[in-house]
């Protein structure tokens, strides 16, 4: 008689591997054989899987059709055994898995399509910080505005994308055509986060992600104002700056800072 | 250790993203939620937050689908840490899982696996159970699941098993009314021998939940309404076991608040039935 770890390695083998050791261990029914049984529990795990990466990935699966998005998800399920006690971190290496897999790696924008849509999923539910506001800026002393450090919210990711990848996924998001996929002549700064209990995404102009960029590092505004002097030119440069930080702060891109 | 025996909630919902809204925003006639755990075992965001509102209102009970109590692997104390730093956030009335392995070296196949129910296994199971109980200094309640396939090596029925897990670990047990049902038709024993089989005096709650019936077999698949049968099966275990914390768990096509919460109203009404001796002219 087997031990009850070995019956479940084999348990576990017969789902994953497609195994067939585990049916001389368990029974036929009085109305079914027991490969249909255990033809469940096969059917179930695939099955699941699929779904969570379905909804984790809607729009991927809009733009690659059903069929071709299947064989992804069936593709990633076998080389990636759920590790997690949550499926909802089960689909977190896709965009990897996309990335280096040969048939996808041709299409770039497949991958950071996914990348998009992994970073949506953990800005919803990643971390809480009261974001800061306009009334606590404007709060600040004149004198104290060179050494005002900045703090990006804790769900804010900064991306890069090579295609029109976020352009895409915009368009069927709202289920309209999406644009053909192109490579960008220049990379495009994206950063996603979490506005209220919603999770949103905004590409940046150069001068911008380089502002926010030297801010997620702890630079003083007064040295972030100088920075975007060198970047485009003086004129203005401190208007440009707080144009940005205004924009940030109207979308909560950024938590709430202790002034000193 | 919390061991007071779990008090008698009434009639619940399994708490889904989908009505948090109308939760919060109207009183629907739900006197306590279920969460699934491992939901919840986030960072931020809109799903802690309604948990913590609707905690504020209503009585809440913490339902794991990941604890894997009969798994040979070893316990993944990362997650027995966050179910009890999310028992603290919730103060649940109890905590439950599911009387079934989920994988074994490091994989969670996210299914609620079933065990052979040998003398070895109840060793196993128990300890664990002990284990658990006191890492987390509170009882655990167990769920009987449903089942597709049974071992050659088992000694014992699935009830003898769930009787001798409550009985020697000192858990209580949630008795999942629609789980007895497919499994007693997959593998062919009585429900009534199953209802019968379990000390009356461990059961603490009830699942009440719809199927898929695919001619030879049954599969627990939570996404349609309770069938007629389930719901005769359901007055039967009212009968038995008295008043029993109730809830309807729907995991798929999850419909509307009020249309379960009308499935609801019928527990509510079978059980009044039960509890008042008048059955009425409508349900002869």
């Known amino acids: ?260 | 250790m919390i061991s007071g025996k779990p008090p008698y909630l009434g009639f619940g919902l399994g708490l889904r993203p989908q009505h948090y809204r109308e939760i919060l925003d109207g009183s629907p006639a739900v006197d306590w939620f279920e969460i699934i755990s491992e939901n919840y075992m986030i960072e931020g965001g809109q799903p802690l937050y309604m948990l913590d509102r609707i905690c504020e209102r209503h009585p809440v009970v913490m339902h794991g689908v990941s604890l894997s109590i009969a798994s040979t692997a070893p316990f993944d104390f990362d997650y027995l840490g966050a179910l009890k730093k999310l028992a603290e956030r919730v103060n649940p009335k109890w905590i439950s899982d599911h009387l079934c392995w989920t994988g074994v070296h490091g994989v969670n196949l996210h299914d609620l696996l079933p065990i052979p129910y040998t003398q070895e296994a109840l060793d196993h199971v128990v300890e664990r159970v002990g284990q658990v109980q006191d890492f987390l200094g509170r009882r655990l309640t167990l769920e009987n699941v449903s089942s597709y396939v049974t071992f050659g090596q088992s000694e014992m029925t699935e009830w003898e098993f769930v009787s001798e897990v409550a009985k020697r670990a000192d858990c209580w047990l949630l008795f999942d009314v629609n789980n007895v049902y497919v499994s007693a038709f997959n593998h062919g024993f009585s429900t009534d021998e199953f209802l019968h089989g379990v000390p009356r005096d461990r059961v603490v709650q009830f699942h009440v939940a719809g199927h898929s019936h695919e001619e030879s077999h049954i599969i627990d698949t939570h996404d349609h309404p309770v069938c007629p049968e389930v719901w005769d099966f359901y007055r039967e275990a009212v009968t038995h076991f008295g008043p029993v914390s109730t809830m309807i768990e729907r995991d798929d096509n999850i419909p509307a608040l009020a249309e379960l919460v009308d499935e609801l109203e019928h527990a509510r009404s079978i059980a009044n039935e039960v509890f008042t001796g008048k059955r009425l002219a409508a349900a002869e």
């Open chain 1, 1 to 260: 008689m087997k031990s009850l770890r070995e019956l479940q390695e084999t348990f576990q083998r017969g789902i994953l591997a497609g195994d067939d050791s585990i049916l001389a261990e368990v029974n036929d029914s009085a109305k079914e054989q027991r490969q249909v049984l255990f033809g469940v529990y096969r059917h179930a795990y695939v099955a699941r899987l699929a779904e969570i990466l379905g909804d984790d990935y809607a729009q991927l699966h809009a733009y690659l059709g059903d069929q071709a998005f299947a064989k992804l998800i069936k593709d990633y399920i076998d080389a990636n055994p759920s590790d997690q006690r949550s499926a909802r971190w089960f689909g977190r290496h896709l965009p990897d898995f996309v990335r280096k897999s040969g048939t996808y790696a041709k299409h770039p924008e497949l991958a950071e399509i996914a990348d998009l849509e992994k970073a949506l999923a953990d800005a919803f539910d990643g971390p809480d910080a009261a974001p800061l506001t306009i009334e606590a800026l404007a709060a600040l002393a004149p004198e104290a505005w060179p050494q005002l450090t900045l703090k990006p919210h804790p769900t804010a990711l900064r991306l890069t994308f090579r295609t029109n990848a976020a352009e895409i996924w915009q368009a069927l998001k709202e289920e309209t055509a999406p644009p053909k996929p192109i490579q960008l002549p220049e990379p495009q700064a994206i950063v996603v986060w979490r506005q209220d209990f919603m999770a949103r995404f905004k590409p940046l102009t150069a001068e911008e992600a380089m502002m926010w960029n030297e801010a997620g590092k702890g630079v003083m505004f007064g040295v972030l104002c100088e920075m975007v002097a060198t970047f485009a030119g003086e004129d203005e440069a401190e208007l440009r700056a707080a144009t940005y930080l205004k924009g940030w702060v109207d979308m909560e891109m950024l938590a709430g800072f202790l002034p000193g």
